[in-house]
T-cell receptor, first 115, second 114 residues
């Protein structure tokens, strides 16, 4: 079945540091890829998405590029802020039909940014 | 107005009890979901309903029974609660079960079984 593998956390950075959170996936067909963010005590919010190979999703200074050849969708931000502290989830949506229409999440990566 | 609202936000109960969690969405979405997030933050789908019809039922013990009285509501009833049921349960909705967009999550229900 479909699966998503994210780098293990937690990740602790200082403000203005560069962030990379690795994500690779296994899926049949051509899935859509997503990054979701969960702030403390809240539900998940969509951060960015990409629907086909070589698409780059971006939002709030975060970017991720859909790499079909390496089956990856790594999240990056050039300069993190304290307010970026949250749990980040990589996810895929399979389009192979039937009961496979669902969001499959990675295990989440906790990011803590210190002032 | 909260788009996807869950009640209660916190639930502490003893083993063996039966409890329900309610979810309502006011987005006009056709599809609703229950996800379970364990203590390590792993998020896994449990059920999905599209227009009140069960679409996904992921190897969940039959002590868990979802009910969708209409497409705006999806409740989760759990019988004979066990310690391992302790988790945060998230309700979500989306425009259509075959579409990858428009997922909106509730803020979660933290269930603690003691």
């Amino acid at each position: 079945g479909d699966s998503v593998t994210q780098m293990e956390g937690p990740v602790t950075l200082s403000e203005e540091a560069f962030l990379t959170i690795n994500c690779t996936y296994t899926a049949t067909g051509y899935p859509s890829l997503f990054w979701y963010v969960q702030y403390p005590g809240e539900g998940l919010q969509l951060l960015l998405k990409a629907t086909k190979a070589d698409d780059k999703g971006s939002n709030k200074g975060f970017e991720a590029t859909y790499r079909k050849e390496t089956t990856s969708f790594h999240l990056e931000k050039g300069s993190v802020q304290v307010s970026d502290s949250a749990v980040y989830f990589c996810a895929l949506f399979s389009n192979s039909g039937g009961s496979n229409y669902k969001l499959t999440f990675g295990k989440g990566t906790l990011l803590t940014v210190n002032p | 107005d909260t788009a996807v609202s869950q009640t209660p936000k916190y639930l502490v109960t003893q083993m063996g009890n039966d409890k329900s969690i309610k979810c309502e969405q006011n987005l006009g979405h056709d599809t609703m979901y229950w996800y379970k997030q364990d203590s390590k933050k792993f998020l896994k789908i449990m059920f999905s309903y599209n227009n009140k019809e069960l679409i996904i039922n992921e190897t969940v013990p039959n002590r868990f029974s979802p009910k969708s009285p209409d497409k705006a509501h999806l409740n989760l009833h759990i019988n004979s609660l066990e310690l391992g049921d302790s988790a945060v349960y998230f309700c979500a909705s989306s425009t259509g079960h075959h579409l990858p967009y428009g997922y909106t999550f509730g803020s979660g229900t933290r269930l603690t079984v003691v």
